[in-house]
Structures are given as structure tokens and as C-alpha cells.
């Protein structure tokens, strides 16, 4: 019952995320290229605080800063709807809400593991990566049907609606309180970083996490143009972009129903080889029809991998450190997405949209290499994980 509580949160929420950053794309682009730009920036920037945030989910009641993120996003928006202010207010405001979702991350995630059994983990994850698509799905839809009909003012009052009864339903959930000894939080913050470093299990997914998305980030500059190249419309693009995510609602689901508890370090190996096939394929498929199946393909990965690296996480990370755990995941991923963007033009203007997503496809398998050590450490943590449930229960 607990569990479904933070999941109807969760989709609520990522739906109203969609909603959101399409509101504000939009609504800059009115203002030029440049602002667009600085929003998306804008949103990125907080990802970087992951560590601190992780610190922060660990020394309080979850449930709390969950709801406290939730209601600080539905304020914002709010403002936001208000005022429609110029662009140095607006980015301002997009990263007082980057913050409160940069602190909501570790927090919902390392909850999960307080609200369902352990063999349950793998599933649990699975459900949360169906939430996630709604995002991908559901809100750039009627994001852009609701500024279409209503304008910036409606989408983004509509927004702030989600994350206030985003809000309200995490009230349902039973107090989720910090365990371990606290010493400050920038202690704190340096001694998540360092177990992160120093573990082989944890580094090797932070580690794999950034590799993968530093070679598979590219394909989302790459795509258009290779669209392009095969003579597509923006309609086009658009449908090929959109199989991604229904390769992820659809991996997503599945696994919702057939995840078991001991699937999920062969799940990440075969996630990452998915994103890497998915890549390869789509350079080399000749129409547009075969590149959006390779597109489906490299979702069906990405949503793979994301659910096996968050059980994982929760697997071999003692409790009193989940949360920084998860803030390290959450930056290493937004780094790797900052160097793919960095790369991409570049490469791109080097060896064209074929050769990049070549690149990105066989620099995402080199992941693996990475990934391997976490074999090593999962008995090691599964061990960890039983010695910290013990150690709760004293």
C-alpha cells in the first residue's frame, strides 16, 4: 500500500515534469535561441549538487523533504504562472525548482527500500521506470495542448497542480526517518563521496553510469540530423524520437511483472548491450521505419539499465548512506550528459550523424568493462545490505 502511494506521487509528479519543461522551452523560445538555452541550463545546473542532496535525504525524514520538494516546485511554477517574468527572473526561479528537484531524487529513491521486501526491489523499480515515461510520453503532450489552448499561464499552473497533490499524496506514506550518527553535512556529504569512491560496488555503477551516458547522450544531438540525412520531416523526427520512449514504457512494464530478485546485475550488462546495439543499429539502418525500431531497441536498454543500476544501489548500499549514494548516481549522469552535449557538435560536424551515433554505440559497450567489478561486489553487498537491515532492527 505504501509503495503505491509514492508511485501515484511519482507519476503525477513526472507527468507535470513533462508539462513543465515543455511550458518552458516554449515560452523562452519567444525570447530566442539563447533562452532556451539558458532555461535548459537552468534546469541542469542544481543535477550537480547530488552529493549534498544525498547527505541532506539521509539526515532527515524522507517523507518530509519529499513532500517539502514537492510543495517548493508547486510555489515556483505558481510564481512562475503569475508573473510570466523576463528572463533573468525566469532562469532564477528554474533553479530555485532545480534545486527542490535535485533534493527530491535521492530521497525518493532510497525510500523504496523501507516500503517494499527486498526480493521485491527489481519490481518496485520497474513501476517507478513506468512513472518515469509518463514524463517522456504524457507531458510534452499536454504541455504543448495546453499552451496551445491556454497558453504559458495555463501549462504552467497545470504544472504547479501536479506537485501540489504530488505533495498532498506523499502525506499518505508512513514516516521515513534517518538512521546512522550525524556530523554535519558537508561531513556527511565528503563521507558518501568517499564510500562511493572507495567501494567496489558503488563506484563501478557510478562509474559505468557515466560512461554510458557520455557515449549515449550524443544520440540526442545526433538524431535530428541523421533524420535529416534520410530525408524526414519534423513529423518524422518526431515519431522516431517518441519510439525511445515507448521502448521504455515498454521494457518498463514488462519487467514490472517478471523482474526477479536475482536479475539484476545480469539486467544491467544486458541494458547497457541494448543501448549499445540500439545506437550501432540506428547508423547503419537504412530507413526511417528500421531506425525508430533501433530507437525502441536503445530505450528498451535505457530503461534496463536504470531499473538494475537503482536496485543495485539499494542492494549494497547500507541504509544510512542510500541517499548519498543516489545523489553520486544522480551527478555522475548529469555529468556524463554534459559531456556528451560538449562532444557532440564536434563530432557530429567531424564524422556526421552516422558516425557519432557509431561512437556513441561502441563507447556505450566499453561500459561494460566497468560494469563487471559490480559482479564482484554484489555478494559482498547483498551481505552489507542483511548486516544494515539487522542493524536497523536493533
Same mark, same amino acid.
Given at each position: 500500500m505504501s509503495f503505491?502511494?509514492?508511485?501515484?506521487?511519482?507519476?503525477?509528479?513526472?507527468?507535470?515534469?513533462?508539462?513543465?519543461?515543455?511550458?518552458?522551452?516554449?515560452?523562452?523560445?519567444?525570447?530566442?535561441?539563447?533562452?532556451?538555452?539558458?532555461?535548459?541550463?537552468?534546469?541542469?545546473?542544481?543535477?550537480?549538487?547530488?552529493?549534498?542532496?544525498?547527505?541532506?535525504?539521509?539526515?532527515?525524514?524522507?517523507?518530509?523533504?519529499?513532500?517539502?520538494?514537492?510543495?517548493?516546485?508547486?510555489?515556483?511554477?505558481?510564481v512562475l504562472a503569475l508573473l510570466l517574468p523576463p528572463l533573468p527572473v525566469l532562469v532564477v526561479l528554474v533553479l530555485v525548482s532545480g534545486c527542490f528537484a535535485t533534493a527530491f531524487v535521492p530521497a525518493g529513491r532510497s525510500a523504496v527500500p523501507a516500503l517494499v521486501p527486498e526480493s521485491a526491489l527489481g519490481r518496485a523499480n520497474a513501476l517507478l521506470g513506468t512513472a518515469f515515461t509518463i514524463q517522456l510520453a504524457v507531458g510534452p503532450t499536454v504541455g504543448g495542448l495546453a499552451m496551445e489552448l491556454g497558453g504559458a499561464r495555463a501549462a504552467l499552473c497545470l504544472n504547479a497542480l501536479t506537485f501540489l497533490v504530488s505533495a498532498l499524496i506523499l502525506t499518505r506514506l508512513p514516516a521515513l526517518r534517518s538512521t546512522g550518527v550525524h556530523n554535519g553535512l558537508w561531513r556527511e556529504t565528503a563521507a558518501g563521496l568517499r564510500f562511493v569512491a572507495t567501494t567496489p560496488g558503488p563506484r563501478a555503477l557510478v562509474s559505468s553510469l557515466f560512461l554510458v551516458v557520455s557515449f549515449a547522450a550524443i544520440d540526442n544531438v545526433a538524431l535530428v540530423f541523421l533524420v535529416s540525412a534520410l530525408h524526414g520531416s519534423a513529423a518524422d523526427f518526431g515519431l522516431t524520437q517518441a519510439a525511445y520512449g515507448v521502448g521504455m514504457l515498454a521494457a518498463s512494464g514488462l519487467l514490472s511483472l517478471v523482474l526477479g530478485r536475482r536479475s539484476a546485475v545480469a539486467l544491467l550488462v544486458g541494458g547497457i548491450g541494448l543501448v549499445s546495439t540500439g545506437a550501432i543499429a540506428t547508423a547503419l539502418l537504412p530507413s526511417l521505419a528500421a531506425v525508430?525500431?533501433?530507437?525502441?531497441?536503445?530505450?528498451?536498454?535505457?530503461?534496463?539499465?536504470?531499473?538494475?543500476?537503482?536496485?543495485?544501489?539499494?542492494?549494497?548500499?547500507?541504509? $544510512?548512506?542510500? #541517499?548519498?549514494?543516489? %545523489? !553520486?548516481? /544522480?551527478?555522475? *549522469?548529469?555529468?556524463?550528459?554534459?559531456?556528451?552535449?560538449?562532444?557532440?557538435?564536434?563530432?557530429?560536424?567531424?564524422?556526421?550523424?552516422?558516425?557519432?551515433?557509431?561512437?556513441?554505440?561502441?563507447?556505450?559497450?566499453?561500459?561494460?568493462?566497468?560494469?563487471?567489478?559490480?559482479?564482484?561486489? $554484489?555478494?559482498? #553487498?547483498?551481505?552489507? %545490505? !542483511?548486516? /544494515?537491515?539487522? *542493524?536497523?532492527?536493533?
Open positions: 503505491r502511494v509514492l508511485w501515484w506521487s511519482r507519476a503525477i509528479s513526472f507527468a507535470g515534469d513533462g508539462i513543465g519543461r515543455t511550458a518552458l522551452v516554449l515560452y523562452a523560445a519567444g525570447k530566442g535561441a539563447t533562452a532556451v538555452s539558458a532555461v535548459l541550463l537552468a534546469i541542469a545546473l542544481p543535477r550537480f549538487l547530488g552529493p549534498v542532496a544525498g547527505a541532506l535525504s539521509d539526515r532527515v525524514d524522507q517523507r518530509r523533504l519529499m513532500a517539502v520538494c514537492e510543495t517548493g516546485q508547486a510555489a515556483v511554477f505558481a525508430a525500431v533501433a530507437q525502441a531497441v536503445g530505450g528498451m536498454g535505457n530503461a534496463a539499465e536504470n531499473i538494475a543500476t537503482d536496485t543495485l544501489v539499494q542492494r549494497i548500499t547500507p541504509r $544510512h548512506l542510500l #541517499g548519498r549514494a543516489f %545523489g !553520486a548516481v /544522480a551527478t555522475a *549522469a548529469q555529468l556524463g550528459s554534459a559531456v556528451a552535449y560538449v562532444v557532440a557538435g564536434p563530432l557530429i560536424g567531424l564524422v556526421g550523424a552516422h558516425g557519432a551515433f557509431l561512437i556513441g554505440g561502441a563507447g556505450t559497450a566499453l561500459a561494460l568493462l566497468v560494469a563487471v567489478p559490480a559482479l564482484r561486489a $554484489h555478494a559482498h #553487498g547483498d551481505r552489507a %545490505g !542483511a548486516g /544494515a537491515e539487522v *542493524a536497523r532492527g536493533q
